[in-house]
């Protein structure tokens, strides 16, 4: 009978549509490998922030990371929503929001944090392994051809050059200062004068309020209840499904997947969850 009555005298609570990000930040995935991208956030993310009538969006992350391209294009994506539709973002952090998991959360106008969670990490890391002395040992020689003097700089391969270490640093200087322009313009006079604070170092999420890197502890229920009424209710936005029900976009549809095609990606998702493993467990976790 609610619904017959005009909106004014409706006793019906506020509803905030809730976006859950977690996972590591890379291009791609699939069924064997998901992880947060534009490409599989983005659906969502517009369908969250066309909820008529909601005062807000919240958005849970749980990321320790990953691309800081696609990490820019999440926040940016967020921002320019948020305009567009005239809401406001309430970031929570779950476990972790780190490195780029924290370049999207500074995409709220207001982050909130378990005591306990992991947050912070502004800073750019690349790791590689290297393998010369062992294709001597087993008697594999490398051969590599290119057109172009720098195309095989960093051939794990190959022995390490200093020049193209340094090279390599140039790059992680500009993105590394990229990542602290944009937290600073975010978040502003929040920030403490701490001279760790954009070293790469990271910490809870409680040291991260007097720090300025969150706004307030505590967990997405009781804030928005405390927010917007005890009769709030939270809708969780999940992704856009296809013609037959099937889930579209962050894993994709298996259906006629030749099987060499799914074995493939099997291996190659082994791969980087052995990479997606290495990015949680900085974290402790």
């Known amino acids: 009978m609610r619904r017959l009555l005009p909106k004014s005298m409706r006793s019906d609570g ?21 992880t ?8 969502v993310l517009e369908k969250a922030f066309s909820v008529k009538d909601a005062p807000a969006v919240a958005i849970s992350i749980n990321s320790p990371g990953g691309s800081p391209v696609q990490s820019r294009l999440i926040y940016q994506r967020i921002r320019d929503l948020a305009t567009e539709k005239n809401k406001k973002v309430l970031v929570f952090v ?3 929001a780190a490195s780029g998991g924290y370049m999207i959360a500074v995409a709220g106008d207001e982050i909130i944090a378990d005591p306990s969670s992991i947050v912070g990490s502004i800073g750019v890391v690349s790791a590689s392994f290297g393998f010369p002395e062992l294709m001597q040992k087993i008697g594999v020689e490398r051969r590599v051809y290119t057109a172009g003097r720098n195309k095989a ?6 022995p390490e050059k200093e020049e193209d270490v340094e090279r390599l640093k140039a790059l992680q200087i500009e993105i590394h200062e990229t990542f602290i322009d944009l937290v600073k313009d975010r978040r502003g006079d929040r ?14 999420g409680k040291k991260g309020l007097s ?22 209710q939270m809708k969780l936005i999940t992704q856009p499904r296809g013609l037959f029900g099937r889930r579209i976009g962050l894993f994709g549809s298996s ?10 990606a099997a291996v190659e998702g082994l791969l ?5 493993r290495a990015l949680w467990s900085r974290y402790g976790l």
């Open 14 to 34: 506020v509803t905030i549509p809730v976006v859950r990000l977690s996972g590591t930040i890379m291009a791609g995935g699939g069924q064997f490998r998901p």
């Open 36 to 43: 947060l991208s534009l490409a599989s956030t983005a659906g």
């Open 94 to 96: 779950e476990d972790v």
């Open 153 to 158: 700089v960093l051939d794990p391969f190959q």
């Open 191 to 204: 920030l403490s004068e701490d001279p760790d604070l954009f070293t790469g170092l990271f910490w809870t």
């Open 211 to 232: 720090l300025g890197l969150v706004d307030a502890i505590g967990d997405m229920r009781g804030t928005l209840k405390a927010r917007f009424g005890d009769r709030t």
């Open 255 to 264: 259906a006629g997947v030749p099987a060499a095609d799914m074995a493939g």
């Open 272 to 276: 980087d969850a052995a990479e997606q």
